[in-house]
């Protein structure tokens, strides 16, 4: 079982930045994927990046390339995102899968535990 708390999202002007944390607790493995999915009023679900907690390589859509980051310091997962714009307005939610072997990186319906969510809000 794991747990994942997000936390750090709230209101910014275009162009802002904004640092989410997804904080991980019980049964994290070396093959655990940790992700970061999005989902605005009337649309679809999302991917924005992932992590893999061994390792550290990390996979992110285009539309976030070259504004958003992700890394991982200890159990936490952190999504930095600048520059940001208004259509990056969303619930954002942190996702884990524990054991993935695969070359690839997982979709959303592999990932098996969710976070709760957190607002963030671009104005313009």
């Known amino acids: 079982q794991v747990q994942l708390v997000e936390s750090g999202g709230g209101l910014v002007q275009a162009g802002g930045s904004l640092r989410l944390s997804c904080a991980a607790s019980g049964r994290t493995f070396p093959t655990s994927v940790v992700g970061w999915f999005r989902q605005a009023p009337g649309k679809d679900r999302e991917f924005v990046a992932s992590i893999r907690w061994s390792g550290g390589t990390t996979f992110s859509a285009d539309s976030v390339k070259g504004r958003f980051t992700i890394s991982k310091v200890s159990n936490t997962v952190v999504l930095q995102m600048n520059s940001l714009k208004p259509e990056d307005t969303a619930i954002y939610y942190c996702?884990?899968?524990?054991?993935?072997?695969?070359?690839?990186?997982?979709?959303?319906?592999?990932?098996?535990?969710w976070g709760q969510g957190t607002q963030v809000t671009v104005s313009s």
């Open positions: 996702a884990a899968v524990s054991f993935w072997y695969d070359t690839t990186w997982p979709s959303a319906p592999e990932y098996r535990y």
